[in-house]
């Protein structure tokens, strides 16, 4: 299947700073990537739908201001999580369509964020 | 609207018996259907996908699923559990909106 990576896939930061993820489609081309983010021992929740050339979409109840999110080509999607918090530590997860698979999303690994 | 529902929060089984995932969807058109694996501290791995075409799927590590129309259904299945196979499993549904929805997951845990 289709290969999609995170980079980092854990990192430990200050209370205030700002921390980039990237995601990459490593195979193929993705015009959609999707950005999650999940507590423990919890499902996965949807936080943006990001859009190759065009804004993010975002859930209802996500700050689209602290959590940026930049799709400038077809492999790459980052999200930055700015002046965060203790409470935004938790486990980012995307995901990308690939359009061969118009149904399948391919996930990345996850990275783990602890803000101190 | 339409939404997926994981009827185990939790299920243990000796290894070599039998797994059952249970997974209920709803629905007003005919959905895309998806279980996906994931292991401690990982990311999610596709192990199936029910797109319409046959009823009966066949995954990685011996897994399958029935789609079951008549009873709204998309239940995960492996005849002989491995040690292996414990881990967090999600039951996922594609919305005609192109988004995913995801059940609560299902924990399984297998004994020795």
């Known amino acids: 299947g289709a290969v999609v990576s995170q980079h980092p896939s854990r990192v430990i930061c200050k209370s205030g700073t700002s921390v980039k993820i990237e995601c990459r489609s490593l195979d193929f081309q993705a015009t959609t990537m999707f950005w999650y983010r999940q507590f423990p021992k919890q499902s996965l929740m949807l936080m943006a739908t990001s859009n190759e050339g065009s804004k993010a979409t975002y859930e209802q109840g996500v700050e689209k201001d602290k959590f940026l999110i930049n799709h400038a080509s077809l492999t790459l999607s980052t999200l930055t999580v700015t002046s965060a918090h203790p409470e935004d530590s938790s486990f980012y997860i995307c995901s990308a369509r690939d359009p061969a698979y118009q149904e399948t999303q391919y996930f990345g690994p996850g990275t783990r964020l602890l803000v101190l | 609207a339409q939404s997926v529902t994981q009827l185990d929060s939790h299920v243990s089984v000796s290894e070599g018996t039998p797994v059952l995932l249970r997974c209920n969807y709803s629905?007003?058109?005919?959905?895309?259907l998806f279980w996906y694996v994931q292991h401690p501290n990982k990311g999610l791995q596709l192990l199936l996908k029910?797109?319409?075409?046959?009823?009966l799927v066949k995954g990685i590590y011996g897994f399958e699923a029935e789609f079951k129309k008549s009873e709204t259904s998309f239940h995960l299945t492996k005849p002989s559990a491995h040690m292996s196979d414990a881990a967090e499993y999600f039951c996922?549904?594609?919305?005609?909106?192109?988004?995913?929805?995801f059940g609560d997951g299902t924990t399984l845990t297998v004994k020795p």
């Open positions: 996922v549904f594609n919305t005609n909106a192109g988004k995913s929805t």
């Open positions: 629905s007003s058109y005919s959905p895309s």
């Open positions: 029910y797109t319409s075409a046959a009823t």
